[in-house]
Nanobody
């Protein structure tokens, strides 16, 4: 049974940092590409960052140079380090995996507000 369990998130002032974690189980994590999505209020869910099994990363333009995605295969965990946060980064963040079908973490609220 595939499970993605998220942690992290919270409320931060503009310019601050947060780190999200997503622990995976039930999969060959080291062989799996992972991603982070977010959904702002009233908007569609959008892809924020991806990391392949080999560690190649990609980011949506709006977070380039501010966010970092990384993975620890020994812990079966993917991370999203978010720096220089802006109010427009506010939303619910989801980790994501595709193995035959989509799997999603439970979602984590990130609020950037002064």
């Amino acid at each position: 049974q595939v499970q993605l369990v998220q942690s992290g998130g919270g409320v931060v002032q503009p310019g601050g940092s947060l780190r999200l974690s997503c622990a995976a189980s039930g999969i060959m994590f080291s062989s799996s590409g992972m991603g982070w999505y977010r959904q702002a209020p009233g908007k569609q869910r959008e892809l924020v960052a991806t990391i392949t099994s080999r560690g190649t990363t990609n980011f949506v333009d709006s977070v380039k140079d501010r966010f970092t995605i990384s993975r620890d295969n020994a812990k079966s965990t993917v991370y999203l380090q978010m720096n220089s946060l802006k109010p427009e980064d506010t939303g619910v963040y989801y980790c994501h995996l595709v193995i035959g079908r989509d799997y999603w973490g439970q979602g984590t609220q990130v609020t950037v507000s002064s």
